[in-house]
Each structure stands twice: as C-alpha cells, then as structure tokens.
C-alpha cells in the first residue's frame, strides 16, 4: 500500500479511553498516547509519538496537531489564502 494522497489525521476524546472529563486524573494518559501514535503510524520524528527524543524539544504530552494543506494554484482564488488549515485539539 502507498502513501496516501490525502493524509490520515485524527484525535481522541478524553472518554474514548477513559471516564468523561477526566483529564489529567486518567491514570493512563502514557498508554493512550502510544496506542494512538501505534494505531495512526506516526513516525518516531514526530512529538507526539512516545518514543521520540528529537533536539531541543521535549516529547509533547497529548496528541494535538496541527497541519495545513496548501491550495493548489488552479484552484486557489485568493492567493493570500495560502491555505486550510486543520487544528485538532
């Protein structure tokens, strides 16, 4: 299978893995992120998979990403657009 065209991205909510709003008191946040970062293929240069340990920057505790996807110039009808891009929080 290929890279696909259109990048996969996602998040979790807090009772997806555990209680609804429970936050920090979720005894394995650590746990969840390796599941996640396992589950979405992230590579070990990304800061959020569990196992990354890059130059001047910590690990990042929590999944939240950002990305932006460039419009292609045939379709972009306002150039300072620049863009869509995608939080997940």
Known sequence: VGHP?????G???????GGNDQGRE????EESQ????????????????YAYRGK???RQVGIYSSLLFPVPEEYNVDLQLGGIHVVNL
């Open 56 to 58: 001047g920057r910590k």
């Open 11 to 17: 998040i979790w909510d807090d009772h997806d893995f």
């Open 26 to 29: 979720y005894p394995c946040i």
């Open 5 to 9: 065209k259109i990048p996969v991205t």
């Open 34 to 49: 390796k599941e996640f970062t396992i589950h979405m293929g992230l590579p070990v240069s990304d800061v959020r998979h």
